[in-house]
Nanobody, 122 residues
């Protein structure tokens, strides 16, 4: 009914950049917060960045000044621009969104994408 599809991951050298995208599709009535999380091997999933439907943002401390989250509400898409990448940024990156559907326009549900691999290595 609702899908989140990420793209833009890959292999990059330390100091390089990548831009992740996550597009929501389906019977969407509205989207509230959108977030990026990541999970490195052997570690718990952690919040990387979040953006409200009004555009307010917050970031995990280790990515402040290097990552920028943004969204295009007309396209139901959230982005994560990642600059000055470090090996410790290597992880699977997941997008998350709080969405109401046309069938249930007053009930927020949480949706996750399938994840996209980001590897930072020389």
């Amino acid at each position: 009914q609702v899908q989140l599809v990420e793209s833009g991951g890959g292999l990059v050298q330390p100091g390089g950049s990548l831009r992740l995208s996550c597009a929501a599709s389906g019977s969407i009535f509205s989207i509230n917060a959108m977030r990026w999380h990541r999970q490195a091997p052997g570690k718990q999933r952690e919040l990387v960045a979040a953006i409200s439907n009004g555009g307010s943002t917050n970031y995990e401390d280790s990515v402040k000044g290097r990552f920028t989250i943004s969204r295009d509400n007309a396209k139901n898409t959230v982005y994560l621009q990642m600059n000055s990448l470090k090996p410790e940024d290597t992880a699977i990156y997941y997008c998350y969104a709080e969405i109401t559907t046309t069938r249930n326009p007053f009930t927020l549900r949480n949706y996750w994408g399938q994840g996209t691999q980001v590897t930072v290595s020389s």
